[in-house]
């Protein structure tokens, strides 16, 4: 079976971190004597993405062996950076200069570390997993009393099925059939397997094709906050963030479930990547409908990943709409109310006083009736609402950014001499008699 190939073959899940038994061979021959191909470089490649991927939690022991086994790092905890530039360095100080391959004392060496670390206390929430790189057949000439491969048969069956055992055979034409035999061993509960790859040309995607094998893939998600401010009909909602995070590399896609049929709208991105085990914040905005009646609603985010190994996530969101104000059928009219231009300085009073009496519309935005805005790409409108018999005026972002009273604000009621600030261009707001009220808190402020 090929690396590419095995990818996909086998799903488990894992509650903890995962210790890593990386074995190489460090035989002349890896390194290209004898007329084989020099691959040594691309295995210390291989183990060091092993390194680079490795999660906070995870341990690395790493052995080279050639006519001896020589421990070159034990259970090194990744908590941080620099355990991994340590881990880093002993792997790049390796050579290739061994005389024998001694396949079957690194077996034994391996599966003896993994029966230390299957005793520990927390290692019913950990993995182990034995990951061996050799190019060739094992040579023992000339060793004194050498381990056999199916020696450690007995030891790994005391293991009862713990580890992951992975035999990487680089070898371009010779490959040891004693460890088909072994990773086929009964004891190993279909946790062995051989990957060939004759020459490592696939060994850059080695560490990406097993640590799937280890782990459930998985999705988390969580909200910046799921009680969303009381929202008025027709705006767009201040930025939701959604943080996702994967153990795995995917894409996913993200839907709104209107459960009460109100006619939110999502607008955010459709479909994001993921990389493995790093946080991204996905920007979310709902759009209210301008006809949307008053009321609580609820709403559910559902983040779908392209692999579908990985279980959708599901986050519900609970959205007050303010009670619609009722509108008067005929002949609105922004009453005696007007603007008043204070920048940039009008040139007559025709452009500083703009009267808004013969304004018959529910909506009127500025940039029709204000000259100063109508020039730029600014722009924001003036809406009549009514409630229990009252009229109330409110202004609305419709373009760029929008301040009441210096405040920044995407929709507000206005009071009279209020200023508004879109743009370079500032305006009053008049309507005598509709002062605003010492307190803010009536149930119609900004938001």
């Keep these: 079976m090929s690396i590419f190939q095995f990818g996909h073959a086998l799903a488990q899940t894992a509650k903890g971190g995962i210790d890593w038994i990386v074995v190489v061979d460090t035989s002349a021959s890896m390194r290209g004597a004898g007329g084989t191909k020099n691959i040594f470089t691309q295995v210390k490649n291989s183990i060091t993405e092993f390194v680079n991927t490795a999660r906070v939690g995870d341990t690395v022991t790493i052995y080279s062996f050639d006519s001896d086994i020589n421990l070159q790092a034990q259970e090194v905890t990744i908590a941080s950076n620099p355990d991994r530039g340590k881990l880093k360095q002993i792997i790049n100080d390796l050579k290739a200069d061994g005389l024998r391959t001694h396949t079957g004392k690194a077996v034994q060496k391996a599966l003896q570390a993994s029966a230390r670390l299957n005793q520990r206390t927390d290692a019913v929430n950990r993995i182990v997993s034995i990951v061996f790189l050799t190019d060739g057949l094992e040579d023992v000439k000339g060793i004194a009393n050498p381990v056999r491969i199916p020696q450690s048969t007995q030891l790994l069956r005391e293991q009862q099925c713990k580890p992951y055992v992975f035999f990487v055979s680089l070898g371009q034409q010779e490959h040891e059939q004693q460890l088909n035999e072994f990773a086929n061993n009964p004891a190993l509960c279909g946790k062995g397997r051989v990957l060939r790859d004759p020459g490592g040309v696939q060994l850059n995607k080695l560490a990406q094709t097993i640590r799937p094998v280890l782990i459930k893939p998985q999705l988390d998600v969580s909200l910046s906050t799921t009680d969303l401010p009381p929202l008025l009909p027709g705006i767009t909602t201040e930025l939701i963030k959604v943080t996702s995070n994967s153990n795995i590399n ?142 109330y005026v409110y202004i609305r972002s419709i373009k760029s950014v929008l301040f009441v009273n210096n405040e920044k604000i995407t929709t507000t009621q206005l009071y009279d001499e209020d200023t508004i600030q879109i743009g370079n261009v500032k305006l009053r707001f008049n309507w005598i008699g509709n002062q605003r009220p010492y307190e803010q808190n009536t149930g119609l402020a900004n938001f």
């Excluded at 991105?269 to 008053?294: E, F, H, M, R, Y």
């Design 250 to 391: 995917t894409q996913v896609n993200l839907q709104l479930e209107d459960i009460n049929k109100t006619g939110i709208r999502l607008v955010s991105p459709k479909k994001i990547d993921l990389t493995a085990n790093q946080k991204i914040v996905i920007p979310v905005n709902l759009q209210i409908p301008s006809n949307s009646p008053g009321g609580n609603r609820k709403l559910r985010l559902i983040l779908t990943a392209t692999d579908k190994s990985i279980a959708p996530q599901a986050i519900d969101v609970s959205v007050t709409i303010k009670p619609q104000l009722s509108l008067q059928p005929k002949n609105l009219s922004f009453g005696d109310g007007e603007l008043e231009l204070l920048e940039p300085l009008p040139t007559s009073p025709e452009e500083q006083f703009i009267s808004l009496t013969h304004q018959h519309k529910q909506k009127v935005s500025l940039s029709a009736i204000v000259p100063a805005i109508a020039s730029t790409n600014d722009d924001a409108e003036l809406v009549i609402m009514w409630q229990s018999g009252k009229k």
